[in-house]
């Protein structure tokens, strides 16, 4: 099972009930983080579900496609951990990951 | 006589994101959130697109998981039909002949389908997309339909027929007005999309006038045209926009015609009673200036958080920028800014490419954007709508330039 370790606007650290095969989007969404909104509802079309991915593979800290990096550009918050967290799909292979959410926009 | 400090009618995006904005807000006060249907809040967007293709389960469109409601303390109360809404004793009534009193009254209702009004339009076979329960009857019909007419080429109509191409069904989309989109777009993109979907095996149709449905034993059979010709039909979807479900609020009383009117801070003129979402007829500065209703998941939720901010004291205006987004077939379709009123529209890339830009252009200022499969121009477009810019159009039509490149000229 995938770790999933997430630091809220807040500050606050809580480690998820991680379910893979769901989106980090998901997962935050059903661990009651209500400050992730995504309102396009996970389709990368919005950039309401930002996260830093502060700790983890490589691959799951880049932006999985060019939609995601244009998309990622629209925040005042763009660090180079950026994800939109609906496009990181949780796996085992991940591993632990440390996700902190991003300042809203 | 039960009371809540706050009461939410609707539990769409406006109702579900209301009451989570309170609570991120601090307000300590009861909440209950009141919805005619049987679920908790759910995404609307993927009824004609994921969810009705069978690409996501109803859980995975739930807005917020049940337990997060109760952990909140915001009281559900579904399948209630509120029928009255009593200003001065500020009270509702439902159709089951419960009653609640309010503190404060967010009303967060939405629409509900505009229905046909010839004959046959409510057979069995004939179908809205506005909830689940609409979405379940066409999946369980779908096993035995081969064609299907669809009644509006707006987003809801041509999202539908895409999955419906997906699943192999045989599809003819009737569109009143002489292009699909028009209420929303300018004709490039209509002409664009509907290419489109006749290149998907879509039988797109515009300028046609329905006469009625037929039927055989109370089930629909086929489309009758304005001219006599019968459009065979073993389901007909009608998207042809939404009636704001304001009625109880009107005859309260409140201001309002199309929707209920509501001031910058989602107030109606009736005290302690806010409206937000599809139903709020409002000023908005991205129309110049109009009174106008928005139907989408930002506007909901953006009026969702001035009702909640206004109500916790804290008077902030709703400004926010309108933005949209359709997925068809392979084309992921972002909007930013209205594009009612334009005047001129720049094409940016070749729409041959299945990616490019509509910018629309008011007296000279970039008033919208319409991106297809072109995120850049999207999220670099919103400032140029935001400011209003003026940018020499011969720039603007530069694809290979990015917007934000794109400075204002000297004024």
Not at chain 2, 31 to 42: F, K, Q, R
Not at chain 2, 373 to 401: M, P, S, W
């Given at each position: 099972?995938?770790?999933?370790?997430?630091?809220g606007?807040?500050?606050?650290?809580k480690e998820?009930e991680?379910?893979?095969?769901?989106?980090?989007?998901e997962?935050l969404?059903?661990?009651g983080?209500?400050?992730?909104?995504?309102?396009c509802?996970?389709c990368?079309?919005?950039?309401t579900?930002?996260?830093?991915?502060?700790?983890g593979p490589?691959e799951?800290?880049?932006?999985?496609?060019?939609?995601e990096?244009?998309?990622?550009?629209?925040?005042?918050?763009?660090?180079?951990?950026s994800?939109l967290s609906?496009?990181?799909?949780?796996?085992?292979?991940?591993?632990?990951?440390i996700?902190?959410?991003?300042?809203g926009? | 006589m039960?009371?809540?400090d706050?009461v939410i009618?609707?539990?769409?995006?406006?109702?579900?994101q209301?009451?989570?904005a309170l609570?991120?807000?601090?307000?300590?006060g009861?909440?209950a959130?009141?919805?005619?249907?049987?679920?908790?809040?759910?995404?609307r967007?993927?009824?004609?697109?994921?969810?009705?293709?069978?690409d996501?389960?109803?859980?995975?469109?739930?807005?917020r998981p049940?337990?997060?409601?109760?952990e909140?303390?915001?009281?559900?109360?579904?399948?209630?039909?509120?029928?009255?809404?009593?200003?001065?004793?500020k009270?509702?009534?439902?159709?089951?002949?419960?009653r609640?009193?309010?503190?404060?009254?967010?009303w967060?209702?939405?629409?509900?389908?505009?229905?046909?009004?010839?004959?046959?339009?409510?057979?069995?076979?004939?179908h809205?997309v506005?909830?689940r329960?609409d979405?379940?009857?066409?999946?369980?019909e779908l096993?035995a339909?081969?064609?299907?007419?669809i009644?509006?080429?707006?987003?809801?109509?041509?999202?539908?027929?895409?999955?419906?191409?997906?699943?192999?069904?045989?599809?003819?989309?009737?569109?009143?007005?002489d292009?699909v989109?028009?209420?929303?777009?300018?004709p490039e993109l209509?002409r664009?999309?509907?290419?489109?979907?006749r290149?998907?095996?879509?039988?797109?149709?515009?300028?046609?006038?329905?006469?009625c449905?037929?039927?055989?034993d109370?089930?629909v059979?086929?489309?009758?045209l304005?001219?006599?010709?019968?459009?065979?039909?073993?389901?007909?979807?009608?998207?042809?926009?939404?009636?704001?479900?304001?009625?109880?609020l009107?005859?309260?009383g409140?201001?309002?015609s199309?929707?209920?009117?509501?001031?910058?801070?989602c107030?109606?003129?009736?005290?302690?009673?806010?409206?937000?979402?599809?139903?709020?007829?409002h000023?908005?500065?991205f129309?110049?200036?109009?009174?106008?209703r928005?139907?989408?998941?930002?506007?909901?939720?953006d009026q969702?958080?001035t009702?909640?901010k206004?109500?916790?004291?804290n008077?902030?205006?709703?400004?926010?920028?309108?933005?949209?987004?359709?997925?068809q077939?392979?084309l992921?379709?972002?909007t930013?800014?209205?594009s009612?009123?334009f005047d001129?529209?720049?094409?940016?890339?070749?729409?041959?490419t299945?990616?490019?830009s509509?910018?629309?252009?008011?007296?000279?200022?970039?008033i919208?954007l319409d991106?297809?499969?072109a995120?850049?121009?999207?999220v670099?477009?919103?400032?140029?709508?935001e400011?209003?810019?003026e940018i020499?159009?011969?720039?603007l039509?530069?694809?290979?330039?990015?917007?934000?490149e794109?400075t204002?000229?000297a004024?």
């Amino acid at each position: 099972m995938p770790k999933l370790i997430v630091i809220g606007r807040s500050g606050a650290e809580k480690e998820v009930e991680a379910s893979s095969g769901l989106s980090v989007m998901e997962n935050l969404r059903n661990a009651g983080f209500d400050e992730v909104l995504a309102l396009c509802g996970g389709c990368c079309s919005c950039a309401t579900c930002h996260v830093y991915v502060e700790h983890g593979p490589t691959e799951a800290r880049v932006p999985g496609s060019d939609d995601e990096n244009s998309l990622l550009d629209s925040s005042d918050h763009r660090r180079a951990d950026s994800r939109l967290s609906c496009q990181l799909i949780l796996t085992d292979a991940l591993g632990e990951l440390i996700v902190r959410i991003a300042p809203g926009d | 006589m039960d009371k809540r400090d706050v009461v939410i009618v609707g539990a769409g995006h406006g109702g579900a994101q209301a009451a989570i904005a309170l609570r991120q807000l601090g307000f300590v006060g009861s909440i209950a959130v009141i919805g005619n249907e049987p679920e908790l809040p759910y995404e609307r967007p993927p009824l004609s697109k994921e969810y009705f293709a069978g690409d996501k389960t109803f859980e995975r469109i739930l807005i917020r998981p049940a337990a997060f409601w109760a952990e909140r303390h915001v009281d559900m109360l579904l399948s209630t039909e509120v029928t009255a809404v009593d200003a001065k004793a500020k009270r509702l009534s439902f159709a089951n002949g419960g009653r609640l009193d309010y503190g404060a009254l967010i009303w967060a209702t939405g629409g509900t389908p505009r229905k046909l009004t010839c004959s046959g339009h409510d057979l069995k076979g004939v179908h809205a997309v506005r909830t689940r329960a609409d979405v379940l009857k066409m999946m369980d019909e779908l096993p035995a339909v081969t064609q299907v007419v669809i009644i509006g080429g707006g987003y809801i109509g041509l999202e539908a027929a895409a999955v419906l191409r997906k699943f192999g069904k045989r599809v003819v989309l009737l569109e009143a007005l002489d292009r699909v989109l028009a209420r929303v777009a300018g004709p490039e993109l209509s002409r664009f999309y509907e290419a489109e979907h006749r290149a998907h095996g879509v039988d797109l149709r515009t300028s046609v006038r329905v006469e009625c449905i037929e039927e055989k034993d109370g089930r629909v059979t086929g489309v009758r045209l304005a001219g006599g010709e019968i459009v065979t039909a073993d389901m007909v979807i009608v998207g042809i926009g939404i009636i704001p479900a304001v009625e109880p609020l009107i005859a309260a009383g409140a201001q309002g015609s199309n929707g209920v009117t509501v001031d910058e801070f989602c107030r109606t003129s009736l005290p302690d009673v806010y409206a937000i979402g599809d139903c709020a007829a409002h000023a908005n500065g991205f129309a110049d200036g109009a009174t106008i209703r928005l139907e989408s998941v930002q506007n909901a939720n953006d009026q969702a958080t001035t009702a909640a901010k206004a109500i916790t004291g804290n008077l902030e205006p709703y400004t926010a920028a309108p933005w949209f987004w359709s997925n068809q077939y392979a084309l992921k379709l972002q909007t930013v800014g209205l594009s009612i009123g334009f005047d001129r529209t720049v094409l940016r890339g070749d729409s041959a490419t299945r990616s490019f830009s509509v910018v629309y252009l008011k007296n000279g200022h970039v008033i919208a954007l319409d991106c297809v499969n072109a995120v850049k121009d999207y999220v670099q477009g919103k400032k140029l709508v935001e400011t209003r810019a003026e940018i020499d159009l011969k720039l603007l039509a530069d694809a290979a330039k990015p917007l934000k490149e794109l400075t204002l000229p000297a004024s």
